[in-house]
């Protein structure tokens, strides 16, 4: 290998590596990748600019941070699974303390007794917001969570056919192909109904039969529709499939929890609950299920028990789900969670409080509903589907939505979602729109002034 290769970023002297060469009983570094076939390794150097030291490679990095354009600097309707929400900046006061940030896998509970606790406060605070109990301390994000409970309830009902809304986030529903691939599961996809935007509950009855595990559906979908939550509930019920429901948890401050809906298995993306945009992650998934069906849950799982001293104390329980104890009859692959940004999440519920959590929720859906007015006002602008949205709705527009978008963005806006950057199939006139409880009145009307001007 080049010595050319290992020079710069490295800090090890030529003789460094060839005194860990001899301990390893190689002569060379290229010996150390003999398992690789030679026509897979690369040859020579990679096409890459030369080492700078480190005023050079800020000043290199703050340059291409400054061409970024941001929601810190734009006003941004964006939405579609991702959304701008107040963070308080005391969750990263807290979230970003030294012990929190450097706190390893708490596999020796006597050596990570606060790691242990907030990952349980986690667990019992999101049983009671979802109204299930049996909660697992996160996984990677909402469209993992969707795809892990979509395999929980094969192996709860020892069943390999899926029920799937249409009305998923494509991501969402990309994940979970590639998550049940070789499975021998069978996903079968519910319609929406064209003019309300919500489930095709007639075909949905048609589609439930003996053979199906679950039917798995987000509210709101992706069109920004709120489903009948309550109905599909009780369809679910007359079935012997499970009830899995994708969900953006702000819509709770405002209706009832999942489980008295009547859902058997609630996954949220919990981004909006103190996590930054973070250019799309890393993000959190939560899970949270009937107590019945803990031990299908993937990942960790909190317990109380006692110390040697019959003291209480906290640690990992039900362990034989996860991989590295039961192998290939774990529940999942997922051995790990989101810690973190667990934790991130149970400090804005905590700051927030039931009331502060309900008055977030009215603000996003009343100025949502108040943009949608005034853009609706607008000649040629209607709404796709008369179905109830919550802080995200879906537009149709009398010229392409791209090119109402490009003008917004030349006014510091951005104008929401083109839907066909979520399906390419999609109509091209058809915008999503996003709003939440960040965006004044003032906003609000600068965005339809400018709007019109775009049409």
Same mark, same amino acid.
């Given at each position: 290998m080049s010595e050319a290769i290992l020079t710069g970023y490295?800090?090890?002297?030529?003789?460094?590596?060839?005194?860990?060469?001899?301990?390893?009983?190689?002569?060379?570094?290229?010996?150390?990748?003999?398992?690789?076939?030679?026509?897979? $390794?690369?040859?020579?150097?990679?096409d890459l600019p030369p080492a700078l030291n480190e005023w050079e490679l800020e000043?290199?990095? $703050?340059?291409?941070?400054?061409?970024?354009?941001?929601?810190?600097?734009?006003?941004?309707?964006?939405?579609?699974?991702?959304?701008?929400?107040?963070?308080?900046?005391?969750?990263?006061?807290?979230a970003t303390r030294?012990?929190?940030?450097?706190?390893?896998?708490?596999?020796?509970?006597?050596?990570a007794q606060g790691i242990l606790r907030f990952l349980h406060d986690f667990q019992i605070l999101f049983g009671k917001f979802l109204g299930l109990p049996a909660v697992n301390c996160s996984v990677y994000d909402g469209a993992t969570a969707l795809a892990e409970s979509a395999w929980m309830t094969c192996r709860i009902t020892g069943k390999r056919k899926l029920v799937v809304s249409e009305g998923l986030w494509p991501d969402y529903r990309e994940v979970l192909g590639v998550y049940l691939a070789g499975r021998d599961v069978e996903l079968v996809t519910a319609p929406i109904n064209a003019e309300t935007g919500q489930i095709d509950e007639a075909a949905l009855a048609g589609l439930l039969d003996?053979?199906?595990?679950?039917f798995l559906y987000q509210s709101p979908n992706r069109y920004g529709v709120v489903e009948p939550m309550s109905?599909?509930?009780?369809?679910?019920?007359?079935t012997e499939a499970l009830n899995?429901?994708?969900?953006?948890?702000?819509?709770?401050?405002?209706?009832?929890?999942?489980?008295?809906?009547?859902?058997?298995?609630?996954?949220?993306?919990?981004?909006p609950l103190g996590l930054h945009l973070n250019a799309g992650g890393p993000y959190l998934g939560i899970i949270a299920t009937k107590d019945e069906y803990e031990m299908h849950l993937p990942g960790r799982i909190v317990g109380q028990c006692s110390d040697l001293k019959?003291?209480?104390a906290l640690a990992l329980v039900k362990e034989e789900r996860e991989q590295h104890v039961a192998r290939h009859n774990a529940t999942s692959h997922i051995c790990s969670n989101q810690a973190?940004?667990?934790?991130r999440a149970l400090i804005y519920m905590t700051l927030r409080g039931e009331n502060g959590f309900k008055n977030i929720s009215d603000l996003c859906v009343q100025k949502a509903h108040y943009l949608a007015d005034k853009l609706t006002s607008l000649d040629g602008v209607t709404r796709v589907h008369s179905g109830p949205f919550f802080n995200e709705v879906l537009l149709k527009l009398p010229v392409p939505a791209k090119e109402v978008l490009a003008t917004l963005r030349d006014e510091g806006i951005f104008g929401g979602v083109a839907v066909t950057d979520l399906d390419p199939e999609a109509p091209a006139n058809q915008l999503l729109i996003a709003v939440t409880e960040t965006k004044t009145k003032a906003d609000l009307d600068r965005m339809v002034e400018c709007f019109a001007a775009a049409l």
């Open positions: 490295n800090v090890h002297t030529a003789e460094d590596r060839q005194k860990m060469l001899a301990a390893m009983g190689k002569e060379s570094i290229a010996d150390l990748f003999t398992e690789v076939p030679e026509h897979l $390794r690369v040859q020579g150097l990679l000043r290199h990095l $703050r340059g291409l941070a400054g061409e970024n354009e941001t929601t810190m600097d734009t006003l941004s309707f964006l939405g579609a699974g991702a959304y701008e929400h107040h963070v308080p900046a005391v969750i990263d006061a807290i030294g012990e929190f940030l450097t706190a390893y896998t708490p596999y020796q509970p006597e050596m003996g053979d199906t595990a679950s109905r599909i509930g009780k369809l679910v019920k007359s899995v429901m994708a969900s953006y948890p702000m819509l709770f401050g405002i209706t009832k929890n999942p489980g008295q809906f009547g859902v058997d298995i609630a996954v949220c993306e919990g981004q019959g003291e209480e973190n940004l667990a934790l």
